[in-house]
């Protein structure tokens, strides 16, 4: 799933007809100021951050004028919002707020549904989870048949079981029918407008936008320019945005790599993560945590992917500076074939560990071809100058021992390292 920032996600409202306030995106205060001087009334400063609540964090400020909207934007680029460093700010004309309504169409993967729903609230501007606790009656929801579509009449006679007024039902009825229209063009997961805003002059906006597409979808929407559709919650680094290229390029099981950490330091005892199956790899990166370790990045190669695949995952793991050991996790009796595994490992491995003596190695692999892959690992690694120990299925539910088996590893290697140093 790919997250849009706030102002792509109100570009495709707009093309599909959804009236937005009047603005644009800045990089830099004077880029800011022309905006505002532009817009000529006040104005709302947003961080372009993925994360929520960013007005309580300092990503959402108002500004009367130029001048005072480019210190704002000055200050804002200085700083993160939620860990989250921000790039670029969208600035729009403050509406003359009436009244604030909800609209959001999310897929809802249950067994029961298997389609959208649609979420209406005659309440907007906080969220819907909270509106819908305290003001239960304020809220409408309406699973959507996705050959049918979303009609007007389905849409009017929701709305006539929230306490609005007659006259505001066709106006609100319209934007949430283009709402969802935008919904189905784009292949998004997820699309909320909160809020929408009925100005005093009675026309409605969406006044903000949070939107996701489908990361199967993206190659159909070059338009967005989305160079890294997954849901991390801050901006890629290079390292993220060549594993994409990775899976992009080779559907072909799953290349998945993210940075855990925004620095390494030497001897913070920081290993690169390797899994094989989500919840294996789960389990040996919460045990290696618990015995003391760090996880460099999270990267996981499941669903038979090619000996090619494997390849480039494990030398992105290498590329991060400062690591001090290197662990694939698979703590799984996985049905794919694990020789390829075995022979990306002896490949990749042999080549990374030529100038790296005693640095620590600790292969956990099981599944089809167990035996050969072992045997492959075992013989293609032999020579090399580093510490590499290599287990199998009896090792599975044992993943303490092996984090143990690590850390110690770790501590040897980072002994020797200072020794040498000295």
């Not at 309580?56 to 130029?66: E, L, R, S, T, Y």
């Not at 729903?117 to 309406?142: C, Q, Y």
């Not at 996705?146 to 709305?159: H, N, V």
């Not at 079981?161 to 063009?185: A, C, H, M, N, W």
Request: charged share 30%; with cysteine; aromatic share 6%.
């Amino acid at each position: 799933m790919a997250n849009l920032y706030e102002y792509q996600g109100k570009e495709i409202l707009k093309r599909m007809g959804v009236a937005i306030p009047e603005g644009g995106v800045a990089s830099s205060p004077k880029q800011a100021r022309q905006m505002a001087e532009k817009i000529a009334r006040p104005v709302v400063i947003k961080a372009q951050v993925w994360v929520t609540g960013r007005a309580a964090a300092g990503g959402v400020k108002f500004a009367d004028n130029p001048s005072e909207t480019e210190r704002l934007v000055e200050e804002m680029l200085a700083r993160d919002v939620k860990h989250v460093k921000v790039e670029r700010v969208l600035i729009e004309e403050k509406l003359p707020v009436m009244k604030e309504f909800y609209c959001g169409v999310i897929i809802n993967d249950s067994c029961k549904v298997k389609g959208p729903v649609l979420v209406i609230s005659s309440k907007g501007g906080t969220g819907i989870e909270e509106i819908a606790a305290n003001h239960p009656n304020e809220v409408v929801r309406m699973n959507i048949d996705s050959i049918k579509g979303l009609t007007t009449d389905d849409i009017e006679k929701i709305i006539e079981g929230l306490p609005v007024k007659l006259d505001i039902v066709p106006r609100l009825s319209k934007i949430v029918q283009d709402i969802y229209r935008t919904f189905e063009r784009y292949d998004l997961r997820s699309i909320e407008a909160n809020p929408i805003v009925m100005t005093k002059e009675g026309k409605m906006y969406a006044a903000d936008c949070h939107a996701a597409i489908d990361d199967s979808s993206v190659f159909r929407h070059p338009e967005l320019g989305i160079e890294y559709p997954r849901d991390i919650g801050r901006h890629p680094t290079e390292l993220e945005k060549a594993a994409w290229q990775i899976e992009k390029e080779d559907f072909r099981g799953t290349g998945y790599f993210v940075q855990m950490s925004k620095e390494i330091k030497p001897g913070e005892g920081y290993v690169g993560f390797h899994g094989i199956g989500g919840g294996g790899a789960m389990l040996g990166a919460d045990a290696l945590i618990r015995h003391g370790l760090k996880i460099a990045d999270f990267a996981d190669t499941s669903g038979n992917p090619t000996a090619s695949k494997v390849y480039r995952i494990v030398k992105l793991i290498f590329s991060q500076p400062n690591i001090e050991g290197y662990v694939l996790m698979g703590a799984v009796v996985a049905n794919q074939d694990q020789w390829h595994h075995a022979n990306a490992l002896v490949r990749a491995l042999r080549e990374e560990l030529a100038h790296r003596p005693g640095f620590p190695v600790v292969l956990l692999i099981a599944g089809n071809k167990e035996k050969e892959s072992l045997e492959i690992l075992k013989e293609g690694l032999k020579g090399t100058p580093a510490h590499v120990e290599i287990y199998g299925r009896d090792y599975v539910y044992n993943v303490d021992y092996v984090a143990e088996r690590v850390k110690t590893l770790v501590e040897d290697y980072r002994k020797a390292q200072k020794k040498g140093d000295a």
